[in-house]
């Protein structure tokens, strides 16, 4: 072994283990929170308020220059932060090819909404002028409010607690789903024969009706859209009666299905009452 | 035996077996779905989306003719496959008769569903054009969507779950619900004698200040009609907290049947994986 | 023993055995309904139907005459029931008084509700033209409906169950009420305070703005009164998303209180698991 | 040991004997209430009506003095009180010390709410006219009537309870908050977007459109701020129905947790009354 090919590979190695050590402080996987992990956090939930205020004009007109500035900073530390996570993110075997394994690991929804959070700002800068027309550029700006937003839930056990119920209980939603949904066509088709010859800007058609029905299935109730005949009435009551207890449903199954797998989480495993051994659920 | 009558056995056994064959796709029974099924579930749900979206103005003037053809054709399929059914249903035991057999299937309710989503077609059709005015096309073009929606919940396991929950809870139902009644009657007639003075258009008899009760105890509150007198107003606040409370109750009967019946339909007797014996949670 | 005592001994039996017979079928003890009940039952259904039908206008000009008349002959016969109920309340012990223990069960709420729903009819038809002006009439009317609603109550097993739960609750149900009344007092006079002077009207003073509170946080949301100043939507925000957790609770505790209550009934006594005896709760 | 001594200290004992026996009475620790408690409570009462009465201004009119000689003299009670109590609370050995041991007694949140509670009458009363205009006047009722309503919550085992309860689940709270927190953010940010074009006055800015998104998720639905563009009802659509029922959630928790607490400060272990041995539920 020649005298280089030894530098390489120590030199190889000293690059591994920073990787490693880089790839520890950026994708800790024990569920606690890193220094590094909480400046993420702080500057993020600044620039969402940052950004939030900004659409407050009175706010936004004492200094355009200092969101700007700080918009432009956040950016620069979020890209170094994406491309560290994308240089590291070899070190997992299952990302471990230098193209493809990147590319997949971009591809994962967290780090799609990592560079989501970053795109926005260098597409503005770049695309030529006469492109950005008002709607693009308002397209950009909630694209990258909604993805910063979203970053946060990368550190949210709330939101890993609500996937894991989700899939959990997918059989459940799935039934409760088709079943709401034939109920939501119901009423609203019925409201919409009821109602659209006394109302016929509110229950124009049954995609409008449906708007209706979703408003008061879920006791929101604005009362934007009211039914004013009879039949509409009578219906509207029965609807809300029995309707209100089946759309409770899929919010009753979340929500118990979110409270058992919290209690879940902090209690350990449920041992078998004869022989003691861990039943995995 | 002559060869006739053999001959005659014999393609009555081959009639009878494809018969058998027919029926068999046409009503599985163990709850999975067919490739027969699957299509009719997609044909039905273009069915509903094509007719919903018909409603829209906009849409329908497109291509009027797309959509007279669509469902033409689906009238067809659909009829087909009644006819179909009709015939084969004498497989089963309890529709054996030719003629009294076929026309108590025909009266089941999910045969009879599929009836009325074709019939309206051939209604229209035939019936002489003076006879058919507004309101009746009307109506009956509420019953085809109706109906075909309707068609949908034969195969949602979800419908099939509240009909057992609603008939195994029906004792407290219908506790629950002449309870509900009398405070519905109780409420109304309260607030008809506290308003009727003030909002005569509103309140003007107890059908009509019904409409508003039932908006007030679902928490719905749409806000058409709100009490205005002092009277009014403390007797809609204790109204509204002392009968949300007993409203919600029937949502949560059934609520908690639905789970409770979902959860034994996928279980049985939950086993213990590393001993097999019965866990009793 | 002379042979006149004889006879009043004999009669006063007889009599005697009449009373406890129709006592017997008057007030059924086990739960169950006499045919007799069931005539009541579906008399005050009538009658309660017609009282309401009675306020829309159209349907009362029809025939006025049969509405009075319908009136008069319930009447009569809740008349002879209630007399009879009161002759024969002497067969059981504790109303065994001729005079004192008819009174005492006159003044039963149940017997008392009787009597609601006959007295306006002879007040009407008794005092003088001059005394009674539209606003005593319209009582009497109310006080007549109501009280008839009320007397289906007694064959309403929801309703005996839940004056139970509402006493077997009775301290969880005082703790949450007068928790609940701090936060509706707290929540109305930080709205007064923070809207009266943008709204003098709907936020005149605190009375008035309990009627938002009310509203507000049993999620009925008319919109009728809506905070509109920064710092009013601000509270107003806080006090929904704190608020309505709390006042959830007392349907909670009712609702299920009612469910165990229900459960209890119909799977008869708990068993102790060490010593198989019953467990009285 | 000099007879002055001998003296000082037994004036000392009996001096604390007294002021032990009067802490006794304002102080106590058992959960009951005693004459003096009640006599506070009522007086508290009084006096929170007489300020909520005050604010209309048909009764205010009929005897002011009347309503401020009942406030003076309330508030002379209450300074009362709030001086023994600060008195007698160095029995109390953390509260031992005659100045610190005060000064931290003065400064727990019970006692702070007591001071709130009369501090602003003798600030109106002794401020030089010119300094209190018409905003520190309304500041400071403001702070009377709250503090007096505060002071009730002393007495109020629901309002330990919930303390106690919000403290045990901390955990989940804090969980659910979070999500909750980017649910709202993102439901208010979609909603900016999607309608600040068509309703610029009322989802002019994010903060704004979160006035929407609280009223919406916690289902109270004024209708004050409605969706008016397909995109916006669509949106407002899904975000009602998935986010109602994470929205419930943290109601849930705290709701159940509310009645384990109850269930468990009455209850202790259940026991058969046969055998006293304990029941598993």
């Known amino acids: 072994m020649s005298q280089r090919q030894d530098e390489q590979i120590e030199s190889r190695q000293s690059s591994m283990s920073m990787k490693q050590r880089l790839h520890g402080v950026l994708e800790r996987s024990d569920g606690g929170f890193s220094w590094f992990d909480i400046f993420i956090i702080v500057l993020i939930c600044l620039n969402v308020v940052a950004l939030i205020v900004e659409t407050v004009d009175e706010i936004h007109d004492i200094s355009p220059l200092a969101f700007r500035i700080f918009d432009t900073v956040s950016v620069a530390i979020f890209t170094v932060e994406y491309v560290l996570r994308l240089w590291s993110c070899t070190v997992e075997e299952k990302y471990g090819h ?15 909404i990592d560079l989501l959070a970053i795109l926005p700002f260098y597409v503005a800068l770049m695309a030529p002028v006469g492109l950005l027309d008002l709607r693009i550029l308002r397209f ?9 937003i979203a970053r946060l839930s990368r550190y949210s056990s709330g939101l890993r607690t609500s996937v894991g119920v989700i899939h959990a209980k997918r059989a459940e939603l799935i039934t409760v789903i088709v079943f709401l949904s034939i109920l939501l066509l119901m009423a609203s088709s019925l409201m919409y024969f009821a109602e659209t010859e006394a109302q016929p800007d509110k229950f124009a058609n049954i995609p409008q009706s449906m708007w209706w029905s979703i408003i008061t299935l879920t006791t929101v109730g604005y009362g934007d859209a009211v039914p004013v005949t009879v039949t509409g009435r009578f219906l509207a009551g029965v609807i809300a009666i029995l309707g209100i207890g089946l759309f409770a449903l899929p919010a009753g199954i979340l929500g118990s299905g979110f409270m058992d797998e919290m209690n879940r989480r902090r209690q350990g495993p449920t041992l078998c009452p004869h022989c003691q051994k861990e039943i995995h659920e």
Chains 1, 2, 3, 4 share one sequence.
């Open 140 to 148: 950009l700006r909630a694209v990258r409010l909604l993805a910063r």
């Open 98 to 112: 230098p193209v493809w394994g990147r590319l997949r690991f971009a591809l994962t929804p967290v780090l799609f």
